[in-house]
């Protein structure tokens, strides 16, 4: 332990970074750093290879979790430390992302210390898990931005500015798997290359560096985005020279023309729908024994528009007919329709009870009581229910089936079945 100390703090380098040193005694990291020199200039195209040296996760709920995708936020900055570009690219695991930097990195600084061309600086490049799909912007009309890069084969999207289209409340990016990246140094005669630096940042950067990303793209009129991909050019029409008709005096008997009538085909466009699926949920501690109301909270994450879901749970504290929750009343807030309530038998002391509930606005992030009145309210046992929030639901007729009923104690519960109709959305 003593030798490998000794040997992290001789290999520690200042670098060119503010309040930042770096140790090359890991090869993978979540935070690296490395310079570039002479882009976009006529010396030729150097570039940074990323990778990520891990596996998926075969079992996995999701895509991106079964292909072990991570977002790999790049930030370029001039040589002042100025940041001039940013982007999110997701990489799978045992990936490799291989950008040119003159075409890619530093195509479009926003700085006036560039003059428009930005030729040396650096890069730093930040790991984050990958979890929110291209719905975060689509469920609400939204266009994906130009900073955001996205992998529509497993659903998943990189925002480097942390927003996801208004879902910042999630907070500062998230850590996730190491990478290993490599880059490229256009010298005078000839081109180098070296691994890039393990190089963690005290404050982190996972909150500023997506701040400062916001700044620049909200303001640089198509500037400061760097690309996961280099934009395929439009082919260009090739001008034909057209023979001109030479003009042959001729007589001609006229015809008088019959109007012939002629079917027009209107075409109609097809909405994208966004597909149904839940989107985040929140539940409040359970209450205290004799608590007469329950309060629960709106997901931050729900939208205007979305459906929202609630369940409310009731155990009082007997059994049998001295105490069945049945016999509570249970006051529903403002706004919310009941789905279902369901006792454990008429006698129980269990019952659930189901909402629905169309977002408006006010509501993401607000609380909704229910109360309970009855004579087994002093008895109350434990209340306890959670809000979720799903989109792409047909909020004009959410509800198409519904079914509840008991089951006897056991470690294996029997859900009873509904029937539902498939419905195409058109």
């Given at each position: 332990m003593v030798l490998m100390?000794?040997?992290?703090?001789?290999?520690?380098?200042?670098?060119?970074?503010?309040?930042?040193?770096?140790?090359?005694?890991?090869?993978?990291?979540v935070e690296l750093q490395n310079y570039f020199s002479n882009a976009n200039t006529t010396g030729g195209h150097a570039f940074v290879n990323i990778t990520a040296p891990l596996e998926g996760n075969a079992t996995a709920a999701t895509a991106a979790l079964n292909n072990g995708e991570t977002c790999t936020m790049i930030y370029v900055f001039d040589t002042t430390q100025a940041m001039q570009e940013c982007c999110g690219c997701p990489l799978t695991a045992d990936g490799l992302l291989s950008l040119d930097i003159t075409l890619q990195l530093a195509p479009a600084p926003v700085g006036s210390s560039t003059s428009g061309i930005l030729r040396d600086g650096s890069i730093r490049i930040l790991s984050t898990t990958a979890s929110v799909p291209p719905a975060a912007w689509l469920r609400d009309g939204s266009a994906i931005p130009p900073e955001v890069g996205c992998d529509t084969a497993n659903n998943v999207c990189c925002d480097p500015t942390g927003a996801y289209n208004g879902l910042a409340r999630l907070g500062v990016l998230t850590p996730g798997s190491e990478l290993v990246a490599w880059g490229q140094h256009i010298q005078t005669t000839q081109t180098t290359e070296d691994e890039f630096q393990v190089a963690p940042a005290e404050p982190s950067d996972y909150a500023g560096l997506p701040e400062a990303c916001a700044g620049i793209v909200a303001g640089a009129s198509g500037g400061g985005v760097c690309l996961c991909a280099i934009p395929t050019p439009t082919p260009t029409a090739t001008p034909t020279a057209t023979a001109t008709p030479t003009a042959t005096a001729t007589a001609t008997a006229t015809a008088t023309a019959t109007a012939t009538a002629t079917a027009t085909a209107t075409a109609t466009v097809t909405p994208t729908a966004v597909p149904p699926g839940p989107l985040t949920s929140a539940s409040n501690d359970n209450t205290t024994a004799g608590a007469a109301e329950l309060p629960l909270d709106v997901p931050n994450l729900s939208r205007v528009g979305d459906f929202i879901f609630a369940t409310v749970v009731l155990q009082t504290g007997g059994s049998g007919v001295g105490n069945p929750a049945g016999g509570l009343t249970v006051s529903t807030p403002s706004g919310w329709n009941l789905i279902l309530k369901t006792t454990a038998g008429v006698a129980s002391n269990i019952q659930m009870d189901t909402y629905w509930k169309v977002a408006a606005?006010?509501?993401?992030?607000?609380?909704?009581t229910w109360s309970f009145s009855g004579g087994a309210t002093d008895s109350i046992a434990l209340a306890s229910g959670g809000i979720s929030d799903y989109v792409g639901v047909n909020t004009a007729s959410p509800i198409e089936n519904s079914s509840g009923g008991q089951n006897a104690s056991s470690l294996s519960i029997v859900a009873p079945s509904v029937t539902t109709t498939q419905k195409t959305v058109s």
């Open positions: 100390m000794a040997r992290i703090r001789a290999a520690i380098t200042k670098l060119a970074w503010s309040g930042m040193a770096a140790a090359e005694s890991e090869e993978a990291g606005a006010g509501d993401p992030g607000s609380t909704y």
